[in-house]
């Protein structure tokens, strides 16, 4: 899974945020890897998510994985550095993903169908061909935001708080 | 529901836009006030005022008995409907609800200040008070009634508590919420049976054939103690004169005019159908009389002018509950004509009280001097009111009791309780309108500022309304007589003169001897002094802190017991509970046939036996970090297993679920000791080899159990049919989750979010603002905000 994407000569590549840790703690080999696969770990959950309602995967464990991803980065820059990647409150991700899990259901009381009723369209796009969009992907959606939303909640609150 | 909307006119439609207009209008006050400051409440006033104007205009028809009614399909699974009817009766309340609810939110534009905090969302639950009190006294079905009836109870919580950073006010709040909603739920409970006898939940059918099963006696006690703890009743009172604390223009409507009168109203509802059953006047008429009684002693003691008043409200209240319950035609004349007098006369003294309260900065009758002289026009409206109180001619006090006299002449235990308490009435008037209005000797006058015309004039036209209708008795008759042609007999019309009938005599006896009960004041508070420290063993009040300490106390008991805060514990009870319980069900009721595939593949084997090693070593592990990552052995072990079962999605999600729980762990730990205690004792490490075992072994078995019970086809087969067709995808387990299952999933996700706010909460109590880490506290609102307030608790040492 590791990106093959060579890195800039000079001075040695760093997490954004990583420099407000000690000297001692920082590991270069650490941020370099975490740099590397920190982005390719996200669109491998966003992947998870999209394609898991035909193989394995989806939003909870697309939201896993995204979460691993901050893990990574916490572990590896400190409270800074999961600050730099991801400048919002946890309530933020928690609180979308309900509405949007949520709304889904509603939506489709709006559109004159039950609770959560789910519904399919198939759009033809440029490039992509035949594209098949079920309801069900703005609600694993809201799912993966939540779950993404409790990780960096327990990131913060159980890493980050018991730093100080 | 049951009347089809067939001929629907806008007459009827009205009725529920009238409610809707409260609500409306009580959503809308918070955001009005930012911009209108006080004068929101002149805005608000439009709700309660249309629908008293509204009123005025059907009054002709509602009282030739075309009662308007309307009816909206709510719930039709439960059989509820918003059925509202607007007859005799309910004009007479709405003409107190909305006439005098209209009239205190225009006084209470001009009784707040200008930079109160707060005002939107009082003038929001004020609002929404109204729109609830119209709506009880609207309520043509049982059910719908009840509602209005918590919700004027959850509103009335709201505004007695409005000054919340005052602990006094907070007490009051919530014992008005805790006896109100008591007795409401008593009173659901006799509702529903007698909705249940009846066969439905119609009021106006209800009262036309009125049930008489047996359980019907016990029903209507259990509705007539929600209607006692709503009115104030003995010995539900004590909540009355506590929720003096709320600002005056809730007193002055909530606790004269319109909630308190729930309870009346809904006696005076039932009675005409329910009078003649056996139980119902011995019970009324005694807690009634007993009501009246307390109320006019207490209300002879006090010295604060709104608890005078209030412990007034409770005797009035009394004699109310004895008029409309004791089922003739006379009483029930008496009793609509002093609701309507009682609303105007208690309104206007609240008010007056508020007024001085504002002008002086005391409600203390000892401190109040010569107030009389420096506003005559208050002092005269409000000696006014006072005088109807007492029942002195020619206001509508003294027309209504003396109908009250002449209707319960025949009974004689009744009527000298009712002269009694009508004496205490009088002298309680007095002393009301001396404490507030006389020149004390040795008592310097009081500073008065003078009362804006704003705050003046709606006391004026309450206590006007009072006088005219006193002296013009047609006025009120027909609504009176509406409401009393319930009742069969000759109807008999309110009057100023009846000429030298026996009731004037006692009037004049009544006023003669509250007189003197007020001349001898010293002498009757020195008796009263002595005879409290008698009475104060039964005083209703204190037991109510005593039912709530008692309640404190044992529920501190049951959690030292409960919860002892020791996680072993929490989990062997837990535990065992499973295993005796479920466990021994299993154990004797099933049996497990010897055909069992042990393995698939040798693979699972060696797993397994990893898994099992795993464990083994985590339990004996002395340093935490180790048992913790054995403990990750284990787990991944498990979605091996998964793998080989040939369970992807479930597999993955183990995996991930496996790491994201080691990396917490490793947080946590970093806060506790790096080793587990050094030696543990014996027994406890044998108990819970024990329970171990006897978990694990209750696993096993239920397992194999699980595996052979299935009777019925497996439901996944019809999932791996419907996948593609009915939720468009084709990996079963996540149609499933999104799919088919998913409100299920919908309520997992908001368990997820509420179990992040709920470890910041956890974790981050107690550590607010010490550090003064901004990232803290946004976490900190993230969770709620709760624990930002309470710095300086240890945080747990940290052992490297």
Redo the contacts between chains.
């Keep these: 899974m590791t990106d093959p994407q060579p890195v800039d000569s000079g001075a040695p590549p760093r997490l954004p945020g990583a420099d407000e840790l000690d000297a001692v703690r920082r590991s270069v080999v650490l941020e370099t890897a975490v740099r590397l696969v920190f982005h390719t770990i996200l669109v491998f959950s966003l992947y998870l998510l999209l394609a898991?309602?035909?193989?394995?995967?989806?939003?909870?464990?697309g939201g896993?994985?995204a979460?691993?991803a901050f893990?990574l980065r916490y572990?590896a820059g400190g409270?800074a550095a999961l600050?730099e990647a991801v400048p919002v409150?946890?309530?933020v991700p928690?609180?979308l993903?309900?509405v949007l899990?949520?709304g889904t259901?509603v939506t489709a009381l709006l559109l004159g169908g039950q609770?959560?009723e789910?519904g399919?369209v198939e759009l033809d796009l440029p490039l992509l061909g035949i594209v098949?969009a079920?309801s069900?992907l703005p609600?694993?959606t809201?799912?993966y935001l939540?779950?993404v939303?409790?990780?960096l909640?327990?990131l913060?609150?159980?890493?980050?708080?018991?730093e100080? | 529901m049951r009347r089809g909307p067939a001929l629907r006119r806008p007459r009827e439609d009205v009725l529920l836009a009238l409610v809707l207009l409260h609500l409306v209008l009580a959503l809308l006050a918070p955001v009005a006030a930012a911009r209108l400051g006080r004068r929101v409440f002149l805005l608000v006033a439009l709700a309660p005022g249309a629908t008293a104007v509204w009123a005025v205009t059907q009054a002709s028809a509602v009282l030739d008995g075309r009662p308007v009614v309307s009816s909206t399909s709510w719930v039709p699974g439960l059989g509820l409907a918003l059925d509202l009817r607007l007859d005799a009766l309910s004009l007479l309340m709405v003409s107190l609800v909305s006439g005098v609810g209209a009239l205190v939110l225009l006084y209470c534009a001009a009784y707040f200040d200008r930079d109160q905090p707060g005002l939107g969302r009082f003038a929001g639950v004020l609002t929404a008070f109204a729109g609830a009190m119209l709506g009880l006294v609207l309520a043509d079905d049982l059910l719908l009634l009840y509602v209005f009836w918590e919700l004027t109870s959850v509103t009335s919580w709201l505004l007695i508590g409005f000054d919340d950073e005052d602990a006094e006010s907070r007490r009051a709040a919530q014992q008005a919420l805790l006896v109100t909603t008591l007795g409401g739920l008593v009173m659901l409970v006799g509702l529903v049976m007698l909705v249940q006898e009846a066969g439905t939940a119609s009021l106006a059918q209800i009262l036309g054939d009125p049930p008489s099963g047996g359980t019907v006696p016990v029903a209507l006690v259990l509705v007539l103690v929600g209607a006692f703890t709503k009115s104030a009743q003995v010995p539900f009172h004590p909540w009355l004169p506590s929720a003096m604390a709320a600002p005056t223009p809730v007193s002055a409507y909530l606790h004269a005019a319109a909630m308190v009168k729930a309870g009346v109203y809904l006696v005076a509802r039932l009675a005409p159908a329910f009078a003649v059953v056996a139980v119902w006047r011995p019970v009324v008429l005694t807690v009634g009389l007993a009501t009246m009684l307390v109320g006019g002693w207490r209300a002879l003691r006090q010295d604060d002018l709104k608890r005078v008043l209030a412990f007034g409200t409770v005797s009035q209240l009394g004699f109310l509950m004895v008029l409309v319950g004791a089922g003739t035609h006379e009483a029930a004349t008496a009793g609509a004509a002093l609701l309507l007098a009682h609303g105007l006369f208690k309104a206007t003294l609240f008010l007056s009280v508020g007024v001085i309260d504002h002008a002086t900065g005391t409600r203390d009758l000892r401190l109040l001097s010569g107030v009389g002289r420096r506003s005559p026009v208050l002092a005269t409206v409000a000696v006014l009111a006072a005088l109807s109180m007492a029942g002195v001619p020619p206001l509508l006090g003294f027309v209504s009791k003396e109908a009250a006299y002449e209707a319960l002449l025949g009974d004689p235990v009744v009527f000298a309780g009712v002269v009694l308490g009508s004496v205490l009435t009088a002298a309680y008037s007095a002393r009301f309108v001396w404490g507030a209005f006389a020149r004390k000797p040795g008592c310097a006058d009081t500073v008065v500022h003078a009362p804006s015309a704003g705050l003046l004039a709606p006391v004026v036209v309450l206590g006007l309304a009072g006088l005219v209708l006193g002296l013009v008795p047609g006025l009120a008759d027909p609504l009176v007589q509406g409401y009393a042609s319930s009742y069969e007999g000759e109807p008999e019309h309110l009057a100023l003169w009846h000429g030298l009938v026996p009731a004037l005599g006692w009037s004049v006896l009544t006023l003669a001897l509250g007189a003197a009960l007020f001349l001898a004041r010293e002498p009757v508070r020195a008796y009263q002094r002595r005879a409290s420290r008698v009475l104060s063993r039964v005083d209703a009040d204190r037991s109510y802190d005593r039912v709530l300490d008692g309640l404190d106390r044992s529920a501190l008991r049951t959690t030292a017991v409960v919860q002892t805060g020791s996680l072993p514990v929490y989990l062997g009870t837990v535990l065992l509970t499973l295993v005796l319980l479920a466990g021994t069900a299993l154990a004797t009721s099933t049996r497990v046939t010897g055909d069992v595939t042990a393995y698939d593949r040798p693979l699972q084997v060696a797993v397994g036996v990893v898994v099992a090693i795993a464990a083994v070593a985590t339990a004996r592990a002395h340093r935490r970090f180790t048992a913790v990552l054995l403990l990750g052995a284990v787990g991944y072990g498990t979605a091996v297993l998964f793998v080989l079962q040939g369970g992807?999605?479930l597999a993955?999600?183990q995996f991930?679920?496996e790491?994201?729980a080691l990396?917490?762990f490793v947080?946590?730990l970093?806060?506790l000791p790096a080793t587990f205690t050094r030696r543990p004792l014996r027994l406890s490490q044998g108990v819970r080899l024990g329970v171990a075992l006897a978990v694990g072994g209750f696993v096993t078995l239920a397992v194999l159990v699980a595996g052979q019970a299935r009777t019925a086809p497996p439901a996944s087969q019809a999932f791996l049919d419907r996948a593609q067709a009915?939720?468009?995808?084709?990996?079963v387990?996540?149609?499933v989750?999104?799919?088919f299952r998913?409100?299920d999933?919908?309520g997992e996700?908001?368990v997820?979010?509420v179990?992040?706010?709920g470890?910041?909460s956890l974790?981050?109590a107690g550590?607010g603002r010490r550090?003064g880490?901004p990232?803290?506290e946004?976490?900190l609102?993230?969770?709620g905000g709760q624990a930002v307030d309470e710095p300086g608790t240890p945080a747990p040492e940290v052992v490297p």
């Excluded at chain 1, 898991?52 to 464990?61: A, K, M, R, Y």
């Excluded at chain 1, 913060?156 to 018991?162: F, I, K, N, Q, Y």
């Design positions: 898991g309602h035909n193989q394995p995967g989806g939003g909870f464990v896993l994985v979460g691993l893990v572990i409270r600050r409150d946890p309530g928690l609180g993903g309900l899990a949520a259901g609770f959560l789910s399919k098949k079920t069900a609600f694993d809201g799912v939540v779950v939303g409790l990780v909640g327990v913060r609150t159980l890493g980050a708080e018991a100080r | 992807p999605d993955l999600t991930l679920v790491t994201l990396v917490i947080f946590v970093r806060r009915d939720g468009g995808g084709s990996n387990v996540n149609v989750l999104v799919d998913g409100f999933t919908l996700i908001t997820l979010a179990a992040a706010m470890i910041a974790v981050l550590r550090s880490d990232e803290g946004t976490a609102t993230a969770a």
